[in-house]
Protein backbone atom coordinates (compact mmCIF):
# COMPACT_ATOMS: atom_id res chain seq x y z
CA UNK A 1 0.00 0.00 0.00
CA UNK A 2 1.88 3.23 -1.04
CA UNK A 3 -0.01 5.46 1.70
CA UNK A 4 0.22 5.27 5.17
CA UNK A 5 -1.79 8.56 6.40
CA UNK A 6 -3.26 11.27 4.01
CA UNK A 7 -3.69 11.02 0.20
CA UNK A 8 -2.25 13.77 -2.43
CA UNK A 9 -6.42 14.72 -3.08
CA UNK A 10 -6.77 15.91 1.06
CA UNK A 11 -3.04 17.34 1.66
CA UNK A 12 0.58 17.51 1.03
CA UNK A 13 2.03 14.37 1.69
CA UNK A 14 4.71 14.07 4.25
CA UNK A 15 7.30 11.46 4.73
CA UNK A 16 4.92 9.95 7.55
CA UNK A 17 2.52 9.14 4.81
CA UNK A 18 5.34 6.74 2.66
CA UNK A 19 6.10 3.52 2.93
CA UNK A 20 9.98 3.33 4.19
CA UNK A 21 11.42 1.86 0.83
CA UNK A 22 8.86 3.16 -1.63
CA UNK A 23 11.32 6.01 -3.48
CA UNK A 24 14.43 4.41 -5.37
CA UNK A 25 16.65 5.47 -7.69
CA UNK A 26 14.69 3.60 -10.52
CA UNK A 27 11.87 5.53 -9.62
CA UNK A 28 13.35 9.29 -9.68
CA UNK A 29 13.95 10.91 -13.25
CA UNK A 30 16.95 12.49 -14.37
CA UNK A 31 17.52 15.63 -13.02
CA UNK A 32 14.49 15.72 -10.43
CA UNK A 33 16.10 16.69 -7.89
CA UNK A 34 17.96 19.74 -8.27
CA UNK A 35 18.90 22.97 -6.01
CA UNK A 36 15.92 24.53 -5.93
CA UNK A 37 14.42 21.59 -4.50
CA UNK A 38 16.79 21.12 -1.41
CA UNK A 39 16.33 23.39 1.94
CA UNK A 40 19.57 25.20 2.39
CA UNK A 41 21.04 23.25 4.52
CA UNK A 42 19.02 19.95 3.89
CA UNK A 43 22.51 17.88 3.87
CA UNK A 44 24.75 18.29 6.30
CA UNK A 45 27.93 16.67 7.43
CA UNK A 46 26.05 15.03 10.17
CA UNK A 47 23.98 13.56 7.22
CA UNK A 48 27.06 11.86 5.90
CA UNK A 49 27.63 8.34 6.86
CA UNK A 50 31.27 8.54 8.39
CA UNK A 51 32.91 6.23 5.61
CA UNK A 52 35.57 6.71 2.99
CA UNK A 53 36.16 6.60 -0.24
CA UNK A 54 39.18 6.97 -2.44
CA UNK A 55 40.16 10.05 -4.72
CA UNK A 56 42.93 9.67 -7.09
CA UNK A 57 44.43 6.72 -5.04
CA UNK A 58 44.38 8.72 -2.04
CA UNK A 59 41.60 8.18 0.93
CA UNK A 60 39.29 10.73 2.03
CA UNK A 61 37.65 10.72 5.22
CA UNK A 62 33.37 11.82 4.89
CA UNK A 63 31.56 12.60 8.09
CA UNK A 64 32.80 15.83 10.48
CA UNK A 65 35.00 17.62 7.84
CA UNK A 66 36.22 16.15 4.09
CA UNK A 67 39.30 16.67 3.20
CA UNK A 68 40.95 16.61 -0.01
CA UNK A 69 44.52 16.44 -1.24
CA UNK A 70 48.16 14.82 -1.26
CA UNK A 71 51.51 16.02 -0.27
CA UNK A 72 54.11 15.98 -2.68
CA UNK A 73 58.02 15.84 -2.59
CA UNK A 74 59.65 18.80 -4.21
CA UNK A 75 63.19 19.30 -5.35
CA UNK A 76 64.79 22.59 -5.11
CA UNK A 77 68.63 21.66 -6.20
CA UNK A 78 69.44 23.29 -9.33
CA UNK A 79 72.57 21.27 -10.61
CA UNK A 80 75.06 18.37 -8.92
CA UNK A 81 77.92 17.27 -10.70
CA UNK A 82 79.73 14.05 -9.86
CA UNK A 83 82.52 11.93 -10.81
CA UNK A 84 81.59 9.00 -12.79
CA UNK A 85 82.28 5.45 -12.09
CA UNK A 86 82.91 5.56 -8.98
CA UNK A 87 81.03 5.61 -5.90
CA UNK A 88 79.75 9.39 -5.00
CA UNK A 89 77.63 11.14 -2.09
CA UNK A 90 75.96 14.27 -2.53
CA UNK A 91 73.20 16.33 -0.97
CA UNK A 92 69.84 16.91 -2.78
CA UNK A 93 67.35 19.61 -1.07
CA UNK A 94 64.12 19.93 -1.10
CA UNK A 95 61.11 20.03 0.50
CA UNK A 96 58.06 17.00 2.02
CA UNK A 97 60.73 14.18 2.27
CA UNK A 98 59.57 11.76 4.83
CA UNK A 99 61.97 8.61 5.59
CA UNK A 100 63.03 6.83 3.59
CA UNK A 101 62.40 7.89 0.06
CA UNK A 102 63.13 5.72 -2.91
CA UNK A 103 65.83 7.83 -5.28
CA UNK A 104 66.06 6.92 -9.17
CA UNK A 105 68.33 8.34 -11.72
CA UNK A 106 67.01 8.55 -14.90
CA UNK A 107 69.45 8.54 -18.21
CA UNK A 108 68.56 10.07 -21.16
CA UNK A 109 67.80 6.45 -22.90
CA UNK A 110 65.02 6.16 -20.77
CA UNK A 111 67.54 3.93 -18.46
CA UNK A 112 66.67 3.72 -14.54
CA UNK A 113 69.46 3.22 -11.52
CA UNK A 114 68.51 3.35 -7.86
CA UNK A 115 70.51 5.02 -5.60
CA UNK A 116 72.72 2.77 -3.67
CA UNK A 117 72.49 4.58 -0.17
CA UNK A 118 69.35 6.64 0.83
CA UNK A 119 70.28 8.54 4.22
CA UNK A 120 66.79 10.62 5.39
CA UNK A 121 68.61 14.19 6.54
CA UNK A 122 65.55 15.68 7.16
CA UNK A 123 62.36 17.02 5.09
CA UNK A 124 64.08 18.96 3.31
CA UNK A 125 67.67 17.12 2.30
CA UNK A 126 68.98 13.50 1.51
CA UNK A 127 72.10 12.32 1.46
CA UNK A 128 72.24 10.09 -1.76
CA UNK A 129 75.63 7.61 -2.99
CA UNK A 130 75.27 6.24 -6.19
CA UNK A 131 77.21 4.92 -9.09
CA UNK A 132 76.46 6.49 -12.60
CA UNK A 133 78.42 5.87 -15.95
CA UNK A 134 79.14 9.54 -17.94
CA UNK A 135 76.10 11.60 -18.76
CA UNK A 136 73.08 13.79 -17.60
CA UNK A 137 70.50 12.21 -15.25
CA UNK A 138 67.04 13.51 -14.31
CA UNK A 139 66.68 12.48 -10.42
CA UNK A 140 63.05 11.00 -8.87
CA UNK A 141 62.11 11.07 -5.86
CA UNK A 142 59.63 8.55 -4.10
CA UNK A 143 58.48 9.27 -0.49
CA UNK A 144 57.42 6.00 1.37
CA UNK A 145 53.38 7.02 1.00
CA UNK A 146 53.85 6.60 -2.40
CA UNK A 147 53.61 10.42 -3.40
CA UNK A 148 56.67 11.34 -5.96
CA UNK A 149 58.40 14.33 -7.77
CA UNK A 150 61.07 14.25 -11.12
CA UNK A 151 63.18 17.08 -11.48
CA UNK A 152 62.03 18.98 -14.28
CA UNK A 153 65.66 18.95 -15.95
CA UNK A 154 68.28 16.47 -16.14
CA UNK A 155 70.17 17.95 -13.45
CA UNK A 156 72.81 15.64 -12.75
CA UNK A 157 75.75 15.24 -14.76
CA UNK A 158 78.39 12.51 -14.00
CA UNK A 159 81.63 13.83 -15.51
CA UNK A 160 85.13 13.58 -15.57
CA UNK A 161 87.82 16.40 -13.86
CA UNK A 162 89.85 17.91 -16.21
CA UNK A 163 92.99 16.56 -16.13
CA UNK A 164 96.52 18.33 -17.02
CA UNK A 165 98.58 16.58 -19.02
CA UNK A 166 101.23 19.65 -19.20
CA UNK A 167 104.10 19.32 -15.94
CA UNK A 168 103.96 21.74 -13.10
CA UNK A 169 106.77 24.03 -12.58
CA UNK A 170 109.03 25.46 -15.36
CA UNK A 171 107.85 26.12 -18.88
CA UNK A 172 111.38 27.20 -19.93
CA UNK A 173 113.89 29.98 -20.11
CA UNK A 174 113.48 32.27 -22.99
CA UNK A 175 115.33 35.48 -23.88
CA UNK A 176 114.72 38.55 -23.24
CA UNK A 177 112.38 40.77 -25.51
CA UNK A 178 111.21 37.35 -27.33
CA UNK A 179 108.36 37.79 -29.57
CA UNK A 180 105.90 34.53 -30.11
CA UNK A 181 104.24 32.04 -28.56
CA UNK A 182 106.48 30.59 -25.48
CA UNK A 183 104.26 27.62 -24.29
CA UNK A 184 101.08 26.15 -24.66
CA UNK A 185 99.40 24.28 -21.45
CA UNK A 186 96.81 21.73 -21.92
CA UNK A 187 94.45 19.97 -19.80
CA UNK A 188 91.96 16.97 -20.76
CA UNK A 189 88.12 16.01 -19.69
CA UNK A 190 84.98 14.91 -21.12
CA UNK A 191 83.94 18.55 -22.46
CA UNK A 192 84.94 21.59 -23.60
CA UNK A 193 88.15 23.22 -21.54
CA UNK A 194 88.55 26.80 -20.56
CA UNK A 195 92.17 28.44 -19.09
CA UNK A 196 92.41 31.28 -16.66
CA UNK A 197 95.04 33.27 -14.69
CA UNK A 198 94.66 32.37 -10.95
CA UNK A 199 97.04 33.62 -9.27
CA UNK A 200 100.23 35.05 -10.14
CA UNK A 201 98.48 37.62 -12.83
CA UNK A 202 101.12 40.89 -11.97
CA UNK A 203 103.74 38.12 -13.11
CA UNK A 204 102.34 37.69 -16.07
CA UNK A 205 101.69 41.30 -16.50
CA UNK A 206 105.10 42.23 -15.78
CA UNK A 207 106.45 39.51 -18.44
CA UNK A 208 104.11 41.08 -20.97
CA UNK A 209 102.27 37.76 -21.68
CA UNK A 210 99.27 36.76 -22.45
CA UNK A 211 97.00 33.34 -21.73
CA UNK A 212 94.51 32.38 -24.55
CA UNK A 213 91.76 31.11 -22.88
CA UNK A 214 90.78 28.63 -25.49
CA UNK A 215 93.94 26.88 -26.38
CA UNK A 216 96.16 27.72 -23.67
CA UNK A 217 99.08 29.58 -25.40
CA UNK A 218 101.27 31.95 -23.57
CA UNK A 219 101.99 34.30 -25.90
CA UNK A 220 104.48 37.56 -25.90
CA UNK A 221 105.16 40.39 -28.10
CA UNK A 222 108.44 41.54 -25.82
CA UNK A 223 109.16 38.77 -23.26
CA UNK A 224 110.31 40.61 -19.71
CA UNK A 225 109.03 44.00 -20.86
CA UNK A 226 110.88 46.44 -19.70
CA UNK A 227 113.35 44.67 -17.32
CA UNK A 228 116.45 43.86 -18.53
CA UNK A 229 117.66 41.19 -15.62
CA UNK A 230 117.30 37.58 -15.87
CA UNK A 231 113.89 37.42 -14.00
CA UNK A 232 111.09 33.86 -12.95
CA UNK A 233 107.52 34.42 -13.51
CA UNK A 234 105.42 32.37 -11.45
CA UNK A 235 101.74 32.15 -11.76
CA UNK A 236 98.84 29.86 -11.60
CA UNK A 237 96.61 28.72 -14.11
CA UNK A 238 92.91 26.98 -13.64
CA UNK A 239 91.37 24.51 -16.33
CA UNK A 240 87.68 24.65 -16.08
CA UNK A 241 85.37 21.93 -17.74
CA UNK A 242 82.06 22.86 -18.83
CA UNK A 243 80.24 21.35 -15.87
CA UNK A 244 81.96 23.62 -13.29
CA UNK A 245 84.85 21.53 -12.52
CA UNK A 246 88.22 22.68 -12.18
CA UNK A 247 91.73 21.91 -12.01
CA UNK A 248 94.63 24.38 -10.76
CA UNK A 249 98.45 24.03 -11.59
CA UNK A 250 101.62 26.29 -11.06
CA UNK A 251 103.87 26.88 -13.80
CA UNK A 252 106.98 29.41 -14.33
CA UNK A 253 108.54 31.21 -17.51
CA UNK A 254 112.05 32.54 -17.10
CA UNK A 255 113.67 35.19 -18.98
CA UNK A 256 117.97 35.71 -20.14
CA UNK A 257 119.81 38.29 -21.14
CA UNK A 258 122.99 37.06 -22.97
CA UNK A 259 125.82 39.26 -24.94
CA UNK A 260 123.93 38.64 -28.32
CA UNK A 261 120.37 39.50 -26.20
CA UNK A 262 118.68 36.63 -28.66
CA UNK A 263 117.98 33.28 -28.65
CA UNK A 264 115.47 30.69 -26.86
CA UNK A 265 116.07 28.16 -23.97
CA UNK A 266 114.31 24.95 -23.00
Do not use: C, H
Request: glycine residues 8%; aromatic residues 6%.
Amino acid sequence: MPYIGRTPANAAITADDLDNGIVTADKIASNAVTTVKVNADAVTNAKILNESITINGSAVALGGSVTVGETKPTITTNSVVIAPSTSQTFTLNGTNFISIPIVEFIASTGAITRATAVTFTSATALSITTNLASGSYYIRVENNDGNAVRSTNAILTASTSPTWTTAAGSLGTFAGNFSGTLATVAATSDSAITYSVTSGSSDLTNASVTLNTSSGALTTSDFGGSSTSPTTYTFEITATDAEGQTAARTFSLTSSFGATGGGQFN
